[in-house]
């Protein structure tokens, strides 16, 4: 049976975030953005290993990296997002079987879960070209011109917003971004990649919940979300991933300004078992 592996995206500075550390590495309900994010891909049965992707000058990862053993390293990323993808992808792919699977995912969803990777998998396992999580859009849309000037209603039916996992065969995911390197064309996810070669991939429901953190109003959001998923923290295969040990006052510092009542339970923060 073809495996699946994971590539997570953390090669970004989140210049929106207007901090100086990276989204990635803000600290919510107890654990860095990152953390959460590794934490339920490494608990996840249906995972055969993990790359993470951070930026060159990155000099915050090496404290946090886990010693699990899906844990499979970390890469170097690129400028662009697609640049980091596609050296994750480099980086698994000698290890991988031809029909092997890949779900890339952005470091800044912390919220993503269980269920939602179950979600995922079953339904694009059983396509032939690969598939994303989405929500379908519920607002009314606009088109305008430079001006803000509304040129026009656009219709919302059929209008998706791509959230990650994205899953797609490993070596043909990674053959799209190789080619669209070569031709210059920049792609803001993996399914477009797939879309301009004239492939169809298929978008599964996903979850208001597994937002993508970009500005400061997110992260009290996200923590709601992961609030609200704590509740459900008691399964066997969560626990065994982490080990619970008290920190220092000064790591909470971040999410103390968004939540003092988060701060307080920073002093209860899971940690991977074996780091440091
Ligand atoms: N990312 C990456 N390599 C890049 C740029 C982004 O791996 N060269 C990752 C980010 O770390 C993030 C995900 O891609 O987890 C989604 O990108 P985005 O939300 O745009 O994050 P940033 O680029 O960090 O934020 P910003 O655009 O605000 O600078
Ligand atoms: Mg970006």
Redesign the pocket.
């Known amino acids: 049976m073809s495996k699946c592996w994971v590539v997570i995206?953390?090669?970004?500075?989140?210049?929106?975030?207007k901090r100086t550390v990276?989204?990635?590495y803000l600290e919510i309900s107890g654990k860095t953005v990152i953390e959460h994010v590794m934490g339920v891909f490494l608990a996840h049965k249906i995972i055969s290993g993990v790359v993470v992707?951070t930026?060159v000058d990155d000099s915050r990862w090496q404290k946090l990296a886990p010693s699990h053993p899906k844990f499979l390293g970390r890469v170097e990323?690129?400028?662009?997002?697609s640049?980091?993808?596609l050296n994750g992808l480099n980086a698994l792919s000698p290890h991988v079987g031809p029909d092997d699977w890949v779900l890339v995912h952005?470091?800044?969803?912390p919220c993503i879960s269980k269920e939602l990777i179950d979600r995922l998998t079953k339904k694009v396992m059983r396509h032939p070209i690969g598939g994303i999580l989405g929500l379908p859009i519920t607002d009314t849309i606009k088109e305008t011109d430079h001006n803000g000037g509304i040129i026009k209603t656009v219709s919302r039916e059929s209008m998706w917003l791509a959230q990650t996992p994205q899953m797609f065969r490993l070596q043909t995911l990674r053959g799209a971004l190789n080619d669209l390197n070569q031709r210059g064309v920049k792609v803001t996810d993996e399914a477009a990649a797939m879309e301009f070669l004239g492939m169809r991939p298929l978008i599964v429901e996903g979850s208001e919940t597994n937002l993508?953190?970009?500005t400061p109003a997110d992260l009290p959001l996200a923590e709601y979300f992961l609030e609200g998923q704590a509740k459900e923290f008691q399964q066997p295969e969560k626990r065994a991933v982490f080990a619970t040990k008290r920190t220092k006052k000064t790591e909470s510092e971040v999410i103390k300004k968004t939540s003092p009542k988060a701060g307080r339970r920073l002093m209860k923060r899971p940690k991977f078992l074996g780091s440091e």
């Open positions: 995206a953390a090669g970004g500075s989140g210049k929106r975030m990276p989204k990635q992707v930026a990323g690129g400028v662009e997002r640049d980091s993808v952005d470091a800044a969803r993508k953190i970009t």
